[in-house]
């Protein structure tokens, strides 16, 4: 792939001039040379953040062929390690969704918590048994036995403290959100206490670094909403605190993914959600002013199109943070919403990469101009020079403008709500919302007319068997998904004149790039192809974001249509 040269100009540091093409390799080049000259006192620091699935599946991977390359030279880089919880097979079964489980369990009387926490107290144990160099060789040196006692202890006190917690919530037959963390927090401690002695076994010096406390009592008095001086104030206490364990140039942070009590009511899980490590490590890059985030997953970046789904999805080189949180909300899972924000701010780039071939660029996530000049009117600060990089590297201004990529969100269910009553539009509105908000949906996609609303809301299926309270799966947030939308009927029957379906089974396929706003006639043509190979539309809705384009169609369609709209738009308009 080719991109234009940026040239700097000796007597103007922030004038670019587009000249010929580049490769991939001169941009890293360029992206390290300018951010070494622009993030004063940032140092050498990068920050990487691994999901549960990659500390669970390829541990010896990141430590020797990431970690380790980069601590040493050519790279040199300075490396802090942001875990989340292990999970060996998929997230579902990972080790957080069992934490859940446990304190289910302890809320509903059950002492079946005692054996999860069991289990995950072996796993751990034996992962590292398993890891270790030359593993079922006897004697081990006792520096690895020196390792592996110290690791037992830590494992074995984080799991006893653990079963207290839960044996309380078990008498007190009660979960608090603050009760909840805690028990959350445990998968990221075992994941971090496990990559630090998986680190050391291999010489490095690996510092645990647990954040589970970290957010400063002074931060109790609770701001309305996690505003920003907020998160700012936890970039910067991160970012004291991380420096302070690892004042040894050779010292690698690893980091809890998992950040602490929230000031106020509700915990991580009310405020943040599930995947709440990536805003963690995005706090982290800011505090220590990074060069760079890198979130590392199991596939090489952000592609056109879901490349298990798509074979012929190219991998995009950049993509502005407007369009990857617009790909996150709409189905291609690649980045905490929450946490662009806070390092592009910084002006610290995002790279998604993949732990399966870390020799992969990656995609990186840059501001562009437009986006730059809508930040400066909210009064922020960023990096100039990576923006007008980014701004080259996706060659704006040259060549044929295209859409960046296409996404699926499945398990959408449209609800249809047509009333009665011609003369209070904005009355029905807002019984509508109200009644979504006080069962905790949120909505997708919506259309609407004066007294018609046809709205996307997104619900996993319901579990295929009955579970009791002893054996739950994660499949028991479905069921509270459908309760819940069950129960808005209900409601909105209950008080509003008006006839209500429910179309299960559907999935929103949503057109995602920042050149949308001025491609005459791309609606045209994605709703063009969807016709002509005889996907039907249930809904559309174009307008709400001027960088996306989406419509509601049927489930058991949907990787056809994404492989048709992918073909005609991403093969042909080259
Ligand atoms: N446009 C896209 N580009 C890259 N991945 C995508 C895209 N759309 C969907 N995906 C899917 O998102 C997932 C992200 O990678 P993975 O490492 O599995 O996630 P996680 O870190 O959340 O476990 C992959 O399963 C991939 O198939
Ligand atoms: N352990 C948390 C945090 C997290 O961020 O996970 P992941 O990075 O694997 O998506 C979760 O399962 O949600």
């Known amino acids: ?100 489980r446990a304190a289910r369990d302890a809320e509903a009387g059950s002492w079946n918590f005692a054996s999860i926490v069991q289990s995950l107290r072996e796993d751990h144990l034996d992962a590292l048994t398993a890891s270790l160099p030359g593993a079922r060789l006897m004697p081990a040196s006792p520096e690895l036995d020196a390792i592996t006692t110290h690791y037992a202890a830590q494992v074995n006190a984080v799991c006893d403290h653990l079963l207290k917690v839960l044996e309380s919530a078990l008498f007190l037959k009660d979960v608090t959100s603050q009760t909840m963390d805690m028990v959350m927090s445990v998968g990221e401690k075992l994941s971090c206490l496990y990559m630090t002695a998986l680190l050391q076994s291999r010489s490095v010096h690996a510092v645990y670094v647990d954040l589970s406390d970290a957010i400063p009592v002074s931060a109790a008095p609770a701001p309305k909403s996690l505003n920003e001086a907020f998160y700012a104030t936890l970039a910067a206490t991160f970012g004291t605190l991380i420096r302070a364990l690892t004042a040894d140039p050779a010292a690698v942070p690893v980091i809890t993914g998992y950040f602490g009590k929230l000031p106020g009511s509700g915990g991580l899980l009310d405020h943040i959600g599930r995947g709440y490590t990536d ?133 959408i269910t449209v609800l249809n709500i047509h009333s009665h009553n011609r003369t209070r539009a904005h009355g029905f509105l807002m019984s509508i919302f109200s009644t979504l908000d006080r069962h905790g949906l949120s909505v997708d996609l919506l259309a609407s007319s004066e007294v018609h609303v046809s709205m996307a809301l997104h619900c996993e299926p319901p579990p295929s068997t009955p579970t009791n309270p002893a054996q739950r799966t994660p499949a028991d947030d479905a069921q509270t998904e459908n309760l819940a939308l069950q129960s808005t009927v209900d409601d909105l029957l209950a008080t509003w004149s008006c006839d209500i379906d429910l179309v299960p089974n559907m999935a929103i396929i949503s057109l995602v790039g920042r050149d949308l706003r001025s491609m005459v006639g791309i609606s045209g043509r994605f709703f063009g192809v969807l016709g002509r190979t005889g996907v039907n539309v249930e809904m559309i809705s174009q307008g709400a974001s001027e960088i996306s384009i989406g419509c509601v169609i049927e489930a058991r369609e949907a990787v056809r249509a994404l492989n048709v709209v992918h073909t005609e738009l991403f093969t042909f308009l080259e």
């Open 1 to 100: 792939m080719e991109f234009p040269v940026i040239r700097r100009e000796p007597e103007s540091a922030n004038k670019a001039l587009v000249d010929g093409p580049v490769t991939n390799g001169q941009i890293e080049d360029r992206i390290a040379h300018t951010q070494e000259k622009e993030l004063a006192g940032g140092a050498n620091w990068v920050v990487q953040k691994y999901g549960g699935t990659s500390v669970g599946k390829f541990p010896l991977k990141i430590v020797e062929e990431i970690v380790m390359a980069g601590l040493q030279p050519p790279n040199n880089q300075r490396i802090a390690v942001v875990c989340s919880a292990r999970s060996t097979g998929s997230k579902a079964e990972g080790t957080t969704n069992r934490l859940l």
């Open 279 to 411: 805003l963690c490590a995005a706090l982290i890059a800011v505090g220590m002013g990074a060069r760079e985030l890198q979130i590392w997953k199991e596939v090489d970046g952000i592609f056109t199109a879901d490349p298990r789904k798509v074979p012929t999805a190219r991998l995009l080189p950049s993509v502005t943070p407007s369009e990857a949180a617009e790909l996150t909300f709409y189905g291609s899972e690649v980045i905490h919403p929450f946490t662009m924000d806070q390092v592009i701010r910084a002006g610290i780039p995002v790279r998604i990469k993949n732990v399966m071939n870390p020799r992969s660029a990656g995609t990186v996530i840059l501001p562009d101009v437009v986006e730059e000049g809508q930040s400066r009117r909210k009064g922020l600060i960023r990096n100039r020079s990576t923006s007008l990089l980014a701004n080259s590297m996706a060659g704006r201004g040259r060549g044929p403008k295209r859409p960046t990529a296409v996404t699926i969100k499945p398990n």
